[in-house]
């Protein structure tokens, strides 16, 4: 797919700015704080409605301005011309259409542009606590199945009321000053007459036990299938990126155990969980048992990635995981999906930048970020457009 | 900007749901502009309104009565009723012409979050009329939220034992409310109703 055109008014700190994408591979060259990856984060709004650097809205206005609008031509080997766009507005409201019809479901827009995106940050992956590692996944699916964005959704609700309520309880409970014995509580909910506000609200906790099962099986079930397919290509990209010398593997950490391929297999390991973990939940007040504690675990030559071995060695990881998922876009798409990649290229030694080059060639649109041209090969240049951004403007060339 | 009353006026205008400052400041402007007396009718209206409407003693639907024209009409069905989420929903049902039962108004949706629980909801009112009448079906018609789910099956739950409990079908599954669903929407929505498990 190919990004011919972007437009941003009152989006961050560009007033009003139209960019014309005429190369494969555009650089956007400047120097710190002027508006690059702010260019690059309008391309994600377009992408998944969401921002990797902000939720919220307000940031994403430009100072003073009441809403921030972005919208982009799209051309897709599939369906044709399309036209993205998204309006923000300091109140919170969002609209998004497609080629000028309003959409009511965010779900009706998603996954139309697919793109991936690759920064510094992505070190978290390898670094950071296993949310960023959801996250990561999450976003791969949203694109992939931008249905699961609104089964996630329905899960993160669930969990707040569940949590909402253990709060409640363990509140009441507090001042009861007696120790909560649920299976007391929970039992018969047909007798409503004779029941207190607390055992209503108990039996009610059961209602939502088995929602938070239904919806956290079907996160756990996308997850668990989004990452077999990921696992044999990040693990050959590893291979080749390291020559062989290191070994990845890549394996689901489900906080409920994904025994069989069954949706009700699964919701009953889920509530038998509940269960058993039900004392500590009451204590902490919280949901203990969920998908909102899964994990991914990347393992080098037996050894968690996060202690083995050095920044470059964390580096090839990232970017085979980013190989992998620019390779599952295109099965799963059918087209070549963008990629984005902000501050990352100077970054990586010279091996890893050719390996990256190489995979990309002229097949995958590509906006690359950079404070200076210094580390590009030569030949790359030339190919390139090359576009200065400054105090959120962008000028054909440096001057 | 604004001298004193104004002010209020707009205020209070803005606290309206769906009125912005400039809507606000448009109806402030228009009502100065009104003559005395039609303001004066305004002003008792919402009193009046405020005053004398409370909720129907049977179903809760509002109802400046006792009991609802609805409740007291003897040409409804006393055998089929609706649960519905607030007195909104029950309009918007009624626009339908379809539906030719009775209505239970829960007046909200269990929501933890927001302090709700089933004690807060008229719900025990509603178990006691399923139990004591002979009612034959009892419809939810309730948005398939996460709230509006649990609440169905929490309601399902206590009136099983009494009677058979349907659920109207929902061609919008993601998070379509019931208010803005259209009439026709509405009407097949009710007629494709399913049992609950
Ligand atoms: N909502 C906003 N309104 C105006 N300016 C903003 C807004 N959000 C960020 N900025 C400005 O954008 C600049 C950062 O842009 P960014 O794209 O992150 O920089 P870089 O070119 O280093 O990638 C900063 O100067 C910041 O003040
Ligand atoms: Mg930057
Ligand atoms: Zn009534």
Sequence with gaps: MYLRSLNLRHFRNYTEQSVEFTAAKTILLGQNAQGKSNLLEAVELLSALKSHRTSRDRDLIQTDALAAHISGQLHRETSGDLELSLTLRANGRRSVALNGVAMRRQVDFLGTLNMVQFSSLDLDLVRGGPECRRHWVDGLLVQLEPIYAHVLQQYNQVLRQRNALLKTLKRENDRAGNLFDRASTSSSTSDSSSNSASDLEASSLSLWDAQLAVAGSRVIRRRARVIQRLIPLAEAWHRSISASTEALTLSYLPNVELLEDSPEVLQQTFLDKIRSRSTAEFHQGTTLVGPHRDDIEFTINQTPARQYGSQGQQRTLVLALKLAELQLIEDVIGEPPLLLLD??????????????????????????????????DAQWLDASQILYVKAGQLVPEEF | MYTRPLARLIEHFQHLPGVGPKTAQRLALHILKRPKEEVAALAQALLDAKQQVGHCSVCGHLSADPVCEICSSPKRDDRLLCVVEDSRDLIALEK????????????????????????????QALVRRVSQQSIQEVIMAISPSVEGETTTLYVAHLLKPFTKVTRIAFGLPMGGDLEYADEVTLARALEGRRELE
Excluded at chain 1, 345 to 362: C, S
């Design chain 2, 96 to 123: 339908t012409r379809e539906y030719k039962g009775k209505y239970h108004v829960l007046g909200g949706l269990i929501s933890p979050i927001d302090g709700i629980g089933p004690e807060q909801l008229n719900i």
């Design chain 1, 343 to 376: 501050d990352v290229l100077a970054e990586l030694d010279l091996t890893r930048q050719n390996q990256l080059l190489e995979t990309i060639q002229d097949r995958f649109q590509t906006i690359i970020t950079t404070t200076h041209l210094g580390a590009f």
